[in-house]
C-alpha cells in the first residue's frame, strides 16, 4: 500500500494545534493579520509558533534591546516587545513607507523607515542590543550580519561569522523554513 502524504497540510495542521494548545488568543496578533492581508501585503510573516518561539527566547537571554531587520506588519515586532522588561527597547527597520503605515505596533516599539543596509549602520553602538533579528531581503544578509555583530553585545544573538551557530529546518504552516541561531562570541 502507498500513503500520499500532503506535507504542508500536515505542517499547517500541527501549528495550528500547538498554537492553539500552548498560545491564548489575542486580539491585537489578530488585528496585525488582518491589517496585513487588508493592505495586500505580502503572507510572509512568522507563524504564530515562531513568534512564540523568539519570545521566549527574548525572555530566557534577559534582552532589554531587540533589534529587527524587516517589520512588514509588525506581527514579530509585537512578540519581541512584549518579551522585553518595561524599560526594554525595541527597534524595527523597515524599506517600504507602506508597511511602516500599516503596521500596527505597541507604542514601545520604535519603527524607523528606509532601507535597512543604511538604517542600520546609523543606529549607535552603544548601548549594545541583545539580540538582532534579520528577516529581510536575503541579498542584503551579508551586510546586516556585518552590522548586527557592531550592534550586539558580546553574548547577544545575531548571524554572524564570528558566532557560535546552528541550523535548524523548520516546518509548519508557512511551509519548509529554517534559521540560524548563534551567539556572538
Known sequence: MCWSIDYHEAWKHSDKYFSELLTPADATLDAVVLSTAENDLPNIAVSTAQGKFLHLLVKSIGARRVVEVGTLGGY?????????????????????????????????????????????????????????????????????????????????????????????GTVGEKGYDGFMYAVRK
Open 76 to 168: 514579530l515586532a509585537i512578540w519581541l516587545a512584549r518579551a522585553l522588561p518595561e524599560d526594554g527597547e525595541m527597534v524595527t527597520l523597515e524599506l517600504s513607507d507602506k508597511c511602516a503605515r500599516v503596521c500596527v505596533l505597541a507604542s514601545r516599539v520604535k519603527v524607523v523607515v528606509g532601507p535597512a543596509e543604511r538604517t542600520m549602520k546609523e543606529l549607535p553602538s552603544s548601548p549594545k542590543f541583545d539580540l538582532a533579528f534579520i528577516d529581510a531581503d536575503k541579498e542584503s544578509n551579508l551586510e546586516y550580519f556585518r552590522e548586527a555583530k557592531r550592534i550586539v553585545r558580546s553574548g547577544g544573538v545575531i548571524n554572524d561569522s564570528d558566532v557560535d551557530a546552528t541550523v535548524l
